[in-house]
């Protein structure tokens, strides 16, 4: 059902009272069960063993996904990296760079760590934003998850990769391929989900700090602390800090410098029947951002920009050719800070009631913040020599389910609701004359316009055992996307719009709209060996069409009809799980085809300087095959993942064209990583740890800013060698003040390829040239040298 125009649902006193008696008589009978019995009870010590281990199941995305064996007996497509998997990203690389060494997970961006932003592509569905296409398909429909906690904006659908810039603070990451089971999934799960796990409190003390240097002045401080059990709370603090100039370089001698820093608490006390525990996160990173290059010389495209009339001024062409392949505009002609921030704070109850019943609850809040500070003085004399966006958005909402453990099923059931605000405030401005603007007064476009969101779900699946080795789950979701939009760039920016009513971005009237749906799903497992699994899973998922930036819907686009967009996805696999195969031990295979139809797409095109040109639609095709394997080989730990995929347009319009048939931008046609590491003990108590892992991204596909449409036209294929050596000395070296110190070398690309992250078509208007169709590229990572300190207490 879709209903336009209506009041929006508003969590009023009433329903806060509700959910705060809720949360109350949870801690409530948290408290009352942690002295109902005396500890030194050994059978009480035992169910508390037990209990402790299935309440943490529910922490961040299941301590148990973490494991070979919960992925095996999985019915989904999913991949999980643990800590040694994550270090193949590097000492200073951030979540986005770790995605990569995960099936079917291509990544982009103009840096080299994790200050930096980077799209993710999973399947070729995107989240994040890297590049400078002006057209974002499927753009947001990724979940992305720290410790459980939703850290998507519910307005836009953006996630940014610099809120968790470093990765030393994780245990792991789980990537989930398509929809999911309904009691994991949030508001934008139609091409999966990441789940990024932090370090969980341990009952025994320790710690770890990792000192980092190298190439283009990188430099980063890694450290966690664990507690130990204290007064029968164990806490866990992590965190880490970097900086490191671009190996982008501008004839001035200008070096784009970038930094960030991450910090992680939680504390938890288990008790006889479950455990309570509070956690806090936040994560900042930015970087001075260059353009894309031209890969070869245009005429009009200088380093030192254009005067007022639009002519080049004196100096050399840029291009990867003329300038250098990995060059770019000398800072006082255009430069951009790009700042991202989240921080969060959650708390979480598991209960176990009684043998057959677990309640869980998850409440939290979390704000991020954007921050452009943009120059651009390309044109002499323009009217937009500045840019200030400040966009934001605060969200807080509770999550309440309950396990049901039955002789022939497994049950949850439950559901959650969320509240998001999100301002678009932006200001372009000069304050030369005769313009005399300001941030505050912005003399160009701006906008401030509002968006409230509601999202509200119930659940419920019901895994069914009716023999031992096979499983069926059938799920249901019932889904509500409430929205009020409201246009204030006439109140906050008064002044201006006094002055320039014209410049204002937000056109439309206030508006609200409300839509609900049912999101079935299916997923089967049958176990006829014991180390063989086949599978399969069926799933619908929603989400709202992301909002914001110039343009868009409620905006400039009148809201009708249904603007939900919808994933259909099909999986079928294989799973191969062994303790010990052979000469093998640890060994877990995993291949499956997928199938997903994204329909009802909304796709904004803009122009490269940031022009809204107008609404795409869309309706697309995803499919491919997703293969993995990890085992150990006597000292050796193997690894490797492979890609194979197309994707393709059933209908694409923009600007009354269709252009349907044609490929969906910036999805490789494969992808591959494979790599080994040794762990060889060399006498003495020295352990040498030598690794090497290759990375390969194929053929893909760019956008057509001139057409605002995809392109036939591809960009190369590249893969880049990586090497590193490690060696773990004896804690005597230390004095005993420490458990192990590890030296490492990484050389990462150590081949030194070049190759383009990211290329576009070009319409002519980041640099107001009066041709187009020219290629605009971000150069990928040059070879890079780093050590790293590891010292383990």
Excluded: C
Aim: net charge neutral; charged share 15%.
């Amino acid at each position: 059902m879709t209903r336009s125009s209506v009041r929006r649902i508003h969590i009023g006193p009433s329903a806060s009272r509700t959910l705060a008696a809720t949360i109350a008589l949870v801690l409530a009978t948290a408290v009352h069960a942690q002295t109902a019995q005396p500890a030194q009870d050994k059978a009480q010590a035992l169910r508390r063993i037990v209990v402790h281990a299935k309440v943490l199941e529910t922490e961040g995305i299941h301590v148990r996904g973490l494991s070979q064996r919960a992925i095996f007996k999985s019915a989904l497509g999913d991949k999980v990296m643990d800590r040694q998997q994550i270090a193949a990203a590097g000492p200073v690389g951030g979540s986005a760079q770790a995605l990569a060494y995960a099936p079917g997970v291509a990544v982009s961006s103009y840096g080299a760590t994790g200050s930096t932003k980077y799209q993710i592509s999973i399947n070729g569905i995107k989240q994040g934003w890297g590049g400078f296409s002006g057209g974002e398909v499927d753009n947001g429909s990724i979940a992305v998850s720290f410790d459980g906690v939703p850290m998507v904006n519910p307005a836009t659908g953006l996630w940014e990769s610099p809120e968790v810039p470093q990765t030393g603070l994780l245990a792991g990451i789980r990537v989930t391929y398509g929809p999911g089971d309904p009691v994991d999934r949030w508001y934008n799960n139609i091409g999966g989900a990441i789940a990024f796990v932090p370090l969980q409190p341990s009952a025994q003390p320790g710690g770890e700090l990792a000192l980092s240097y190298g190439s283009f002045n990188t430099q980063n401080v890694a450290f966690n602390l664990q507690t130990g059990s204290v007064g029968g709370w164990e806490t866990v603090i992590a965190g880490g800090a970097g900086s490191a100039n671009s190996f982008r370089r501008s004839p001035d001698g200008y070096a784009w410098p970038s930094k960030n820093f991450a910090a992680f608490i939680k504390t938890r006390k288990t008790f006889s029947n479950g455990d309570i525990s509070f956690g806090g996160y936040i994560g900042d990173g930015h970087g001075w951002r260059p353009t894309p290059i031209p890969l070869t010389p245009v005429p009009d495209i200088s380093v030192n920009g254009q005067d007022a009339n639009g002519n080049p001024n004196p100096g050399p062409l840029l291009s990867q050719q003329t300038t250098g392949y990995y060059s770019a505009l000398n800072q006082n002609v255009w430069a951009k800070d790009d700042y991202n921030r989240t921080w969060m704070l959650y708390a979480r109850q598991n209960l176990r009631l009684d043998e057959h019943t677990t309640l869980h609850n998850l409440v939290w809040y979390r704000q991020g913040n954007r921050l452009h500070k943009h120059f651009n003085n390309y044109v002499s004399g323009a009217s937009n020599l500045y840019e200030y966006n400040n966009p934001y958005s605060k969200t807080y909402g509770d999550k309440l389910w309950t396990e049901l453990t039955l002789p022939y099923n497994d049950i949850a059931l439950g559901g959650y609701f969320l509240n998001s605000k999100y301002n678009s405030r932006n200001a372009f401005y000069s304050p030369l004359a005769p313009y005399f603007g300001s941030y505050l007064v912005p003399n160009a476009k701006f906008r401030s316009d509002y968006w409230y969101v509601t999202d509200l779900a119930a659940f419920i699946q019901d895994t069914i055992t009716p023999v031992t080795g096979f499983s069926i789950t059938p799920g249901l979701r019932a889904v509500s996307f409430q929205t009020d939009y409201y246009p204030r760039g006439n109140v906050d920016f008064a002044q201006a719009y006094a002055l320039y009513p014209g410049n204002d971005q937000g056109k439309l009237p206030a508006a609200s709209t409300r839509y609900d749906k049912l999101e079935p799903s299916l997923s089967a497992r049958w176990q006829p060996l014991r180390w063989l699994a086949l599978y399969g899973n069926w799933g619908v998922a929603y989400r709202l069409p992301p909002v914001g930036g110039g343009g868009g819907l409620y905006q400039s686009q009148p809201v009708g009809g249904n603007i939900l967009e919808r994933g259909l996805e099909w999986q079928a696999g294989v799973k191969m799980h062994w303790y010990q195969a052979g000469a093998f031990r640890d060994v877990l295979l995993n291949a499956n085809y997928y199938h997903l139809h994204f329909s009802n797409q909304f796709i904004g095109v803009s122009s490269g300087n940031g022009q809204f040109l107008g609404l795409g639609t869309g309706d697309s095709n995803y499919h491919g095959v997703n293969l993995s394997a990890e085992g150990a080989l006597g000292v050796a730990h193997l690894f490797g993942n492979a890609n194979f995929e197309q994707a393709y347009f059933n209908h694409y319009a923009f600007n009354g064209t269709n252009y349907d048939g044609l490929p969906v931008s910036y999805v490789p046609d494969t992808t591959f990583n494979v790599g080994a590491y040794y762990r060889a003990p060399m006498g003495g108590g020295i352990v040498l740890k030598p690794r090497a892992w290759y990375q390969y991204t194929g053929s893909q596909h760019v956008f057509d800013n001139n057409l605002g449409a995809p392109s036939q036209q591809t960009m190369p294929a590249y893969g880049t060698l990586n090497l590193a050596v490690g060696a773990e000395l004896p804690r005597e070296l230390a004095g005993g003040l420490a458990h192990s110190i590890e030296l490492n070398l990484e050389v990462l690309n150590a081949l030194g390829k070049r190759y383009n992250a990211f290329e576009e078509i070009s319409s002519g208007g980041l640099y107001n040239t009066p041709t187009a169709g020219y290629v605009l590229a971000l150069p990928g990572t040059p070879r890079v040298i780093y050590g790293t300190l590891d010292v383990k207490f």
